[in-house]
């Protein structure tokens, strides 16, 4: 099992952006396949200025990994739903 770990920081109303990007999730999940399960959230905003969501995903192997990284779906929700209020970024995948 993989776990890949992405912590999101916007621009503008961050509780705004993290809707934005949770609504387009399940879509792009069912598209992508090989996922065995995946959770987002935003921050509870108890210890500062950190990051605002994060998005916890499991795949299946390395392979999955692969896929999921460069699937058409995942693209377009980057391009459409992260980048565009994008302040800062931080990923990690570790074997699980």
Known sequence: MITHVVLFRWTGEPEKQSRHLAEALPQMMREVGGIAGYEFGSDLGRLGDGYHAALLVRLQDEDALRRY????????????????????????????
Do not use: C, K
């Open 69 to 96: 990284e460069q699937h058409p779906a995942h693209h377009r929700v980057i391009d459409e739903r992260v980048n565009p209020a994008l302040d800062g970024l931080a990923i990690v995948q570790f074997a699980s």
